[in-house]
């Protein structure tokens, strides 16, 4: 079994300021955990991902995520925020092994990103 | 390069009709995924294929819906006897191909659709 929480539904910051987006994960096997970002009316995009290499883990637009074993945390962070990031984050687990577990992914409920100017 | 299409992007129906929604994946991609997304929620998984087969789907809420991809390329998500429960935003997703065992450094990165969103009245 697997479950994401993304522990704050709307998170605000002004422009320039870092950026913090929560998500905890639980899973039986090694798992494969990604954020993935969804402009309105825009189809979701994937920021970056975590398959057991690196535990920090850079991806596109500045963002970056850190994969915390002890902590079951993978929370995504920015230095300085922008207004163009202004959207939903989800964060993402995939996981399974030879004993089990299916890879199908299971979504957070998400974090909705607003930027003051 | 082209990028995973939906169509319709929008389909307004009464409910109890029938409904049909239309995902073209990324040329190659083996692997392709349809969630449901409801307002203030995440993706819920319906149902999985590889190739022309659906290898999971678990996630069909009903017998209501299935799902076809015939050629193992495009796929169509059938509702019959629409409710208005079934209202969401339908994404569909690709990837090249399906990891096993330990995780690849592919990681099952999916490329998603813009989505069709469905409001059944």
């Known amino acids: 079994a697997q479950s994401v929480t993304q522990l704050d539904s709307h998170v605000s910051v002004s422009e320039g300021t870092p950026v913090l987006l929560r998500c905890n994960y639980s899973?039986?096997?090694?798992?494969?955990l990604f954020w993935y970002v969804q402009h309105p009316n825009k189809g979701l995009q994937l920021l970056l991902k975590?398959?057991?290499?690196?535990?920090l883990v850079k991806g596109i637009n500045g963002f970056e995520a850190e994969f915390k074993k002890s902590e079951t945390s993978f929370h995504l962070t920015k230095p300085s925020a922008h207004m163009s990031d202004a959207a939903e984050y989800f964060c993402?687990?995939?996981?399974?092994?030879?004993?089990?577990?299916?890879?199908?992914?299971?979504f957070g409920r998400g974090t909705s990103l607003i930027v003051h100017p | 390069g082209a990028g995973v299409s939906q169509t319709p992007s929008n389909k307004v129906t009464e409910k109890g009709k029938y409904v049909e929604l239309r995902c073209d994946p990324i040329?190659?991609?083996?692997?392709l995924y349809w969630y449901r997304q409801s307002l203030g929620q995440g993706p819920e998984f319906l149902i999985y294929?590889?190739?022309?087969?659906?290898?999971?789907d678990s996630g069909l809420p009903n017998d209501r819906f299935f799902a076809v991809r015939p050629e193992g390329s495009v796929s169509t998500l059938k509702i019959q006897r629409t409710e208005r429960g079934d209202s969401a935003v339908y994404l569909c997703?690709?990837?090249?191909?399906?990891?096993?065992?330990?995780?690849?450094?592919?990681?099952?990165?999916?490329?998603f659709g813009p989505g069709t969103r469905l409001t059944v009245l």
């Open positions: 997703a690709s990837s090249l191909t399906r990891t096993s065992g330990i995780p690849s450094r592919y990681g099952d990165e999916q490329f």
């Open positions: 975590y398959t057991s290499a690196a535990t």
């Open positions: 993402v687990v995939s996981a399974g092994g030879i004993s089990g577990g299916s890879y199908i992914p299971t």
């Open positions: 294929f590889q190739g022309t087969g659906a290898a999971d």
């Open positions: 040329s190659g991609h083996t692997a």
């Open positions: 899973s039986s096997y090694s798992p494969s």
